[in-house]
């Protein structure tokens, strides 16, 4: 079966307290839970993983991005200065798509830059948990397209 890793980075433990109209309403067990659903139906399988430290994220994707055939990625407050996870999704050769819940492009001046979207195949954002849904939806696509 077909892998692909979702990333969540920093404060994205923290949906369902974060401000519910950037960030939906959903925790983030039970946006874990509706990815696997998704997935599952999809007929992929998905490894999810949070952190709040980069590190963590690096070597999560070091030890899982060879059994994987693409990557969701929510860089979160990585998203302006991840330099090492950004260097390590350029060593993992996938496909991936940047997900944001929130638009980041309306927010403050300092969210609206992005260094993973250089490196990304596709960018959702302001979709909140439908962003992760049309990411996998979209690289299921991708990956049978490659695979013809």
């Known amino acids: 079966m077909t892998t692909l890793l979702i990333i969540n980075g920093p404060n994205l433990n923290m949906l369902g307290k974060r401000d519910p109209s950037q960030y939906g309403e959903l925790t983030l067990s039970e946006l874990e839970a509706t990815i696997h659903k998704h997935a599952e139906n999809l007929k992929m399988s998905v490894m999810c993983f949070q952190s709040n430290y980069e590190g963590k994220l690096i070597?999560?994707?070091?030890?899982?991005?060879q059994e994987a055939s693409a990557i969701i990625l929510n860089p979160a407050g990585l998203t302006l200065n991840g330099y090492g996870l950004l260097d390590t999704c350029i060593d993992a050769q996938l496909p991936i798509v940047e997900v944001h819940l929130s638009n980041i492009g309306r927010r403050e001046e300092w969210r609206k830059a992005s260094?993973?979207?250089?490196?990304?195949?596709?960018?959702?954002?302001?979709?909140?948990?439908?962003?992760?849904?049309?990411?996998?939806?979209y690289l299921v696509k991708l990956i049978k397209k490659s695979n013809d």
């Open 115 to 137: 260094l993973f979207t250089k490196i990304a195949c596709g960018y959702i954002a302001g979709l909140q948990h439908m962003g992760y849904i049309y990411a996998l939806e």
């Open 59 to 65: 070597e999560f994707l070091q030890q899982h991005s």
